[in-house]
């Protein structure tokens, strides 16, 4: 199902790029997916990742993850997946609020996929230095409190046993990215 889960986001992301520079769309739910299998989740938690970005971010509808890999899958995207048409402060406020009270496979995929997309920002920042916040939809000033929110909020109701490395990873480069937790 993994490879199936794959070959579905690279058909939906083809010919898509980073938002902060020429590579290729689907490299960044590749590395999700990869962080989470490595972690060793369930195949349905490693799957979401790969497809974590589709119905945001692509033509498909969330009827097409049902119907291609089932509810369990649909669930996870689901909960991941933001509403394009509210605000990009209400949109990350939402994954906030989703971070703090969601399962933790749910936990899991979010900060994996946040993980990912601030190493790639920072590798980024490191070429284009402050240039680079002119590629978002919100400065460095709204890139640290969401992401110092997202890290002060990921292992809310995780027991200590249940945080994966990663996690303390991401608070790493929060700090390194922008000082602080927030």
């Known amino acids: 199902m993994?490879?199936?889960a794959r070959a579905f986001a690279e058909k939906a992301h083809?010919?898509?790029k980073r938002k902060s520079s020429d590579a290729p769309y689907i490299t960044h739910p590749i590395r999700v997916a990869e962080r989470l299998e490595s972690a060793g989740y369930s195949e349905e938690l490693v799957c979401a990742g790969y497809l974590h970005d589709v119905v945001e971010d692509t033509?498909?509808?969330?009827?097409?993850i049902e119907t291609e890999f089932?509810?369990?899958i649909t669930r996870l995207v689901a909960a991941h997946t933001e509403d394009k048409s509210k605000s990009w402060q209400e949109r990350k406020q939402h994954t906030i609020d989703?971070?703090?009270y969601a399962?933790?496979?749910v936990k899991y995929l979010i900060?994996?996929?946040?993980l990912d997309n601030l190493l790639s920002m920072e590798q980024e920042y490191q070429l284009q230095g402050d240039a680079l916040w002119n590629k978002f939809n919100a400065g460095f000033d709204e890139q640290k409190w969401y992401n110092g929110s997202v890290a002060a909020n990921m292992a809310v109701g995780l027991d200590?046993?249940?945080v994966p490395a990663y996690f303390y990873e991401f608070a790493d480069v929060v700090k390194r990215m922008f000082g602080g937790e927030g």
């Open 70 to 72: 089932g509810p369990s």
């Open 59 to 64: 033509p498909y509808e969330m009827e097409d």
């Open 14 to 16: 083809a010919g898509q």
């Open 111 to 114: 900060v994996a996929d946040k």
């Open 103 to 105: 399962e933790k496979e």
């Open 2 to 4: 993994k490879q199936r």
């Open 98 to 100: 989703t971070v703090k």
């Open 160 to 162: 200590d046993d249940e």
